[in-house]
């Protein structure tokens, strides 16, 4: 198999690493990188400059997408800053190629039917990277909901937090894609999973309300805050996100009539309540990159016909156009 990564910053490393843990020398890498960047970014997102990553990875590299795609991949990950993500599917699937686009699909609507399109005329498999679908935290409170333990579902609430010059301290966090507006960044966009797993637990909102915007002292031409409320799904959705505060946190809370539940997903363990006391399930020893490792062998799978895309395309967009309607809100 020979997979083509678009970019090789923090996030197209680890991909990279990880598909070379799932494959190994069966898997040809091919990488179209412009910066060629040699240094490495660890799994716990410390840059380390004693090593090569191309050599490290075992990689092709091509500074030209039209001579990269000329080698036929079987897929394309594409994990480039968010604006950039529309083009690069779309020549891709164009040339026949399959597809891994990180989250968000986009940064704008504008394109995407034209993507649709070619996607479906190519016989396309597309696969949106939202990981944090594949966290046991988030599969266990799944479970819980299609079981109806809470009893019935009154409201939820997303709480994420971080600051982003921690994010990813091997870099200004200044000249991120984050923190630029041209790049696709603000942390609506760049923090999409949340609205993806409103979405994928409560059904699709059909209107949101929300306010924020640039709320901290960062040095970014984006939303670091907001407060949403997500109305017309199953239960009325509450998200708010910061990413100029400390410490971090990612955790859902979900009430119903008869428990409780708190998820803490970078403990990893939930917490479900009720009247007689609370029960606690810990996941202790879970590594971060094993959901990133689930995900990449689920595209394996899709891609050697095993499995359909748990995030396909069109799901993607959905989501996309909710966190956009976020954005005008804020506006």
């Not at 190994?24 to 890498?29: A, R, S, V, Y």
């Not at 971080?162 to 870099?171: A, G, M, R």
């Not at 971090?248 to 007689?276: Q, W, Y």
Request: a negative charge; aromatic letters at 6%.
């Amino acid at each position: 198999m020979r997979i083509l990564i678009a970019g090789l910053g923090a996030i197209g490393q680890r991909h990279a690493r990880n598909l070379r843990a799932l494959r190994g020398d069966d898997l040809e890498l091919l990488a179209y990188r412009r910066r060629r960047l040699s240094h490495v970014v660890t799994d716990t997102l410390q840059r380390d400059d004693s090593r090569n990553v191309e050599a490290d990875l075992g990689v092709r590299t091509f500074l030209d997408l039209d001579t990269a795609l000329a080698q036929q991949p079987d897929a394309v990950f594409v994990c480039t800053p968010s604006s950039q993500h529309l083009e690069i599917a779309q020549r891709s699937a164009a040339a026949g190629c399959h597809l891994f686009i990180e989250k968000p699909v986009a940064h704008t609507m504008d394109g995407l039917d034209d993507l649709q399109s070619t996607v479906a005329a190519n016989g396309v498999k597309v696969l949106v990277g939202c990981q944090w679908r594949f966290h046991p935290c988030v599969r266990w409170l799944r479970d819980r909901l299609a079981e109806q333990a809470l009893g019935t579902l009154t409201d939820a609430t997303f709480d994420y937090a971080e600051y982003l010059p921690d994010w990813h301290p091997y870099e200004d966090y200044r000249t991120s894609y984050a923190a630029r507006a041209v790049l696709g960044g603000g942390v609506v966009l760049t923090q999409i999973h949340d609205y993806d797993l409103a979405w994928w637990l409560f059904g699709h909102p059909s209107s949101a309300v929300a306010t924020g915007g640039r709320c901290g002292d960062l040095e970014i031409d984006v939303e670091d805050t907001v407060d949403a409320r997500l109305d017309g799904g199953s239960i009325p959705v509450r998200v708010r996100q910061s990413m100029a505060t400390r410490p971090p946190r990612r955790t859902i809370s979900v009430s119903g009539t008869r428990k409780s539940v708190v998820v803490d997903l970078l403990a990893p363990r939930v917490e479900m309540t009720a009247g007689e006391g609370t029960e606690q399930v810990d996941f202790a020893g879970y590594r971060r990159n094993q959901m990133f490792l689930d995900e990449a062998d689920h595209f394996l799978a899709c891609l050697e016909g095993k499995a359909e895309p748990a995030i396909p395309l069109d799901e993607g967009i959905a989501v996309l156009r909710l966190a956009l309607e976020v954005k005008d809100a804020i506006a």
